[in-house]
């Protein structure tokens, strides 16, 4: 395996996706300073994941025409100037639109990094470098519900978005020195109509919805979760809110290793299954150790999938694989810019989380029932 290419495709992996959640842990303290509520605290997740969506499919297509590299170099630069841009906003609307700017530079890094693994290694280590680089971005995106909490109580809420800032920048200085060039290159081929109508493609990417994108939603709420239910400690609340991220580190590769010895639709119905009964023990949430262990179980049914699923988007089409692979994540992103606002909404609305979760669940168990039409072959 090439741990170069490995170890550059992560780096990068981690430093855009800190982007996804990093306002999470600093609600309240943004809330105390902009005055806005919790519906309007989700629409800076659907703002983020709203650009970020809509540059998976034009990432990819760069990132096929010109190189993942190139491609990266770029995008990851435009990360770093927006989240400076974030730290110095004076309202909630300019807060809001460099989130949404600073979407357009990790939804292009997501594609042209996955396209990055896929130019970059081949047959088995494929699926455990897909599943390495998906971890790297759980890990990016976890980290920072525990560590922005920390840079909020000493440097302030405008410290956090600079941190976030600062790692984009060191991991865009280490990959211009030593990322290598992909090993391989297939000429981008196949039109994008086909690849549009792909039913497999789609069932991918609602497959997507109910184990990234359904992660990205506790993720962004489990803190404020703990807090409000339990009365958790904000930085413990952090800490062990993390956990629901961060597991995708172990889960998202051993998702990649398992996906040579079961089927690809076994994994995936058992991976929905263990989500649709987490959320539903969230929703249930008199207990501190049942909520606990339901982020445990949803941390690590949420990144199963991954590998395979991102794989087999390329291997359909490998000369539009940075393309294909951007549809199949532009579809998980939906849950995110739909859920994000509907979680805080519900909470507005009815004073506590459990018809947020309850809906959650409901929809992975749906998600379950259509993964059986997922074909097997490669």
């Known amino acids: 395996m090439n741990k170069r290419a490995l170890a550059a495709g992560c780096a990068v992996g981690f430093a855009f996706s800190a982007n ?5 842990p600093m609600v309240p303290a943004l809330r105390a300073e902009f005055g806005f509520d ?30 993942p590299a190139r491609v ?16 110095f906003a004076g309202s909630y609307g300019q807060l809001l639109f460099w989130k949404a700017v600073a979407g357009i530079g ?8 996955a396209r990055y693994i896929v130019a970059s290694f081949e047959g088995r280590d494929l699926h455990v470098a897909q599943g390495f680089f998906g971890g790297s971005v759980v890990l990016g995106s976890g980290y920072v519900l525990f560590a922005v909490p920390q840079l909020l109580s000493a440097f302030g809420w405008r410290g956090g978005f600079v941190g976030s800032a600062l790692v984009a920048a060191t991991v865009w200085l280490w990959w211009i020195v030593f990322a290598p060039p992909p090993s391989h290159h297939v000429p981008a081929s196949g039109g994008l109509r086909e690849m549009m109508r792909s039913r497999d493609l789609w ?11 359904l992660v990205i939603v506790v993720g962004t709420w489990i803190t404020t979760l703990l807090k409000t239910t339990f009365q958790t400690p904000l930085k413990t609340a952090g800490l062990m809110g993390s956990a629901v991220l961060l597991l995708g580190i172990v889960s998202r590769p051993l998702g990649g290793w398992l996906v040579h010895r079961m089927p690809v639709r076994s ?3 058992a991976a929905l299954l263990l989500n649709a009964a987490a959320c539903l023990a969230l929703a249930w949430g008199h207990w501190i150790e049942l909520t606990l262990a339901s982020i445990v179980v949803l941390g690590i049914g949420c990144g199963l999938p991954y590998a395979g ?12 694989a940075g393309a294909a692979m951007g549809l199949v994540n532009m579809v998980g992103i939906l849950m995110i810019l739909a859920g994000a606002p509907a979680v805080g909404f519900l909470a507005d609305w009815t004073g506590q989380f459990q018809s947020s979760f309850l809906t ?9 029932g259509a993964a059986s039409a997922i074909t097997e072959k490669q």
């Open 20 to 24: 996804y959640t990093n306002h999470a």
């Open 203 to 213: 069932l991918l990417g609602i497959v997507q919805m109910a184990s990234f994108g």
């Open 106 to 113: 990790t939804g292009v890094c997501f594609a042209a990094g």
């Open 267 to 269: 994994l995936v119905r």
């Open 72 to 87: 990266l170099m770029a995008a990851l630069a435009w990360v770093v100037l927006a989240n400076f841009a974030i730290a």
């Open 309 to 320: 699923l991102f794989n087999r988007a390329a291997a359909l089409f490998p000369g539009r």
């Open 360 to 368: 959650l669940g409901a929809f992975a168990l749906m998600a379950a």
């Open 38 to 67: 919790n519906a309007s605290a989700g629409l800076l997740t659907t703002g983020i994941f709203l650009t970020h969506a809509a540059m998976q499919v034009p990432g990819g297509r760069l990132a096929d025409r010109f190189g």
